[in-house]
């Protein structure tokens, strides 16, 4: 069955790194753009980056541009979210996101936890 799992969160102090990860199983993920999205508490859910399927193009939400990296190994079939210079308002649940390009298709991870906290 389809599965995207994310990992590499935790408890960070501002101004740490984290890098994420987001493991796919049960379809194409060549064929697939991949996004990172976030969730804080009480905010709704917000696009962090994206990447195209080659990886050749990537965007960034404007809050976390300099300070966040996608990329993506269509061989180990996983998309990371390297973060660095992290901030309190940073704080939230990461999900990762496959699009199926030029369809409706889409898959969610589960989340995975990033706190910034001193």
């Known amino acids: 069955q389809v599965q995207l799992v994310e990992s590499g969160g935790g408890l960070v102090q501002p101004g740490g790194s984290l890098r994420l990860s987001c493991a796919a199983s049960?379809?194409?993920?060549?064929?697939?753009?991949m996004k990172w999205y976030r969730q804080a508490p009480g905010k709704e859910r917000e696009l962090v980056a994206g990447?195209?399927?080659?990886?050749?193009?990537?965007n960034y939400a404007e809050s976390v541009k300099g300070r966040f990296t996608i990329s993506r190994d269509n061989v180990r079939k996983t998309v990371f979210l390297q973060m660095n210079s992290l901030k309190l308002e940073d704080t939230a649940v990461y999900y990762c996101k496959a699009e199926g390009q030029g369809t409706d298709i889409e898959y969610w991870g589960q989340g995975t936890q990033v706190t910034v906290s001193s």
């Open positions: 990447v195209t399927i080659d990886g050749g193009r990537k």
């Open positions: 049960g379809f194409t993920f060549r064929y697939y753009v």
